[in-house]
């Protein structure tokens, strides 16, 4: 496999869409790392990303330099830092809903965890609510039906 990578390639940026853990275990076997990063157009550039030197697999990685971020109440990821937009061309409305006091809310759920690791979880106007009253991201339900050995793929 690494030989059809090129024979030399040692390390990967993925983004854009989550990469199972497994995924990136695997190619780690095979002395081929592969690190997640996160990032958004507001926020210009990547925000978080795992390094070389500092990796945990299943995660975004941690902050950037100079970039901060925080999980809001309600689960979001939020992202403040020089790299944050300034705002819509023409479209105040949708600025004001999307910064507050320079902290860019990315529509995106998440958790930091005591490393300051990133780990998203699904997006927030995906989220619906139970009979009782739970809020239930789909995409932890699909992932989780999907680890059921019978089951290959999952979608609500």
Known sequence: MKANLGG?????????????????????SL???IL????????TTAASV????RFRF????PALPGTELRIADDGEVLIKGPNIFQGYYKNEKA?????????????????L???????????????????YGRNVNPEWVEAE????????????
């Open 36 to 43: 997640e990063g996160y990032g958004l157009t507001e926020c």
């Open 50 to 53: 795992n390094r070389p030197s």
């Open 8 to 28: 030399k390639f040692r390390i990967g940026i993925s983004g854009g869409a989550p990469l199972a853990k497994e995924i990136a275990e695997f190619f780690h």
């Open 31 to 33: 002395d081929v790392l």
């Open 113 to 131: 965890d005591e490393d300051g690791f990133l780990t998203l979880n699904g997006r927030k106007k995906h989220m619906f609510v139970t009979a």
């Open 145 to 156: 039906l999907a680890q059921q050995a019978p089951i290959a793929q999952a979608w609500l």
């Open 95 to 111: 600025t004001a809903e999307t910064l507050e006091d320079g902290w860019l809310h990315t529509g995106d759920l998440g958790r």
């Open 58 to 61: 299943g995660t975004v990685g």
